[in-house]
């Protein structure tokens, strides 16, 4: 049977969300790396700004890098900043005003902090541009998936959103006849369990070939229901019978299969 390439714009996407992935795991390096180095000589951020992947961590540490740089800024100047980048309650914006006052230093050594605070002025840029590339990378594969005739069938699965849904999307291709069952999409995936037997004793593992990027998607090991948003008898999905996450493999390439959306309610029945 010849190869027959899907449509451009499938590949299109395929490429972005597969990039995305990638910028994404750049981020946690990056991330990681500042919180190593900050937890070093300046603790009292990673407090203050929770979210290490954001713009308002970004600037924060361009402005303040240090301790002692933080407390020598005026507090209207960082009042100011904080309401700049849309941190809501005055409550909340004077605990950390009061916080960044009352703080202590971890060390006095400026052999270490002045190394640390460089390293960090390092990464921050490199951060400033990977969250910048996903933000349009998520444009672009949203005006994308959007498009395509099959988007409202992979959306319209509980809990998929605007991130699963166009990998969901990929994974599965716009080909129907390429798989003919949910098993079959399982083994490519690589994620269909393989049983060994030897005498009297059985073990199980993942296959060890399949695509490389393919059980990535966090869509082939249903991920995106793992996060918690569906729960059946009060459980998390992530915690059903292997046989419960069969029967939803079924469900879902069956209503693939004849362009219908998936209902929850039935997906469970």
């Not at 954001?54 to 402005?63: A, E, G, K, N, V």
């Not at 933000?135 to 005739?149: G, K, L, N, P, T």
């Not at 409202?152 to 069952?181: D, K």
């Not at 994620?191 to 990535?216: C, K, L, M, N």
Request: charged share 25%.
């Amino acid at each position: 049977m010849p190869l027959v390439p899907q449509s451009p714009e499938m590949r299109a996407l395929a490429q972005l969300v597969e990039h995305r992935r990638r910028l994404m795991a750049d981020r946690v390096r990056i991330t990681n790396r500042l919180t190593s180095k900050l937890k070093t000589y300046f603790p009292q951020v990673l407090q203050w700004c929770p979210n290490q992947d954001t713009m308002l961590f970004c600037d924060f540490l361009s402005q303040w890098p240090t301790l002692k740089a933080t407390q020598l800024a005026r507090r209207r100047t960082l009042e100011r900043f904080f309401h700049q980048h849309q941190v809501r309650g005055e409550h909340r914006i004077r605990e950390r005003l009061d916080a960044i006052k009352s703080a202590v230093p971890l060390t006095t050594d400026e052999g270490g902090i002045t190394s640390n605070a460089l390293m960090v002025q390092a990464l921050i840029p490199q951060l400033r541009v990977i969250l910048e590339a996903i933000e349009r990378f998520d444009q672009s594969i949203a005006e994308r998936a959007q498009r395509h005739r099959d988007y409202a069938l992979f959306e319209s699965l509980p809990g998929a959103g605007p991130v699963f849904a166009p990998r969901l999307l990929v994974a599965f291709g716009e080909q129907r006849e390429r798989y003919s069952s949910a098993q079959e999409m399982q083994k490519y995936a690589g994620i269909a369990p393989v049983t060994e037997r030897s005498s009297e004793q059985s073990w199980g593992h993942w296959r060890w070939h399949s695509d490389y990027f393919y059980p990535d998607h966090d869509c082939s090991d249903h991920g995106w229901l793992r996060r918690g948003n569906i729960r059946f008898n009060g459980h998390p999905v992530g915690w059903l019978p292997n046989r419960r996450m069969g029967l939803f493999d079924d469900v879902v390439t069956c209503s693939i299969r004849r362009d219908t959306q998936t209902d929850e309610d039935m997906a469970w029945q």
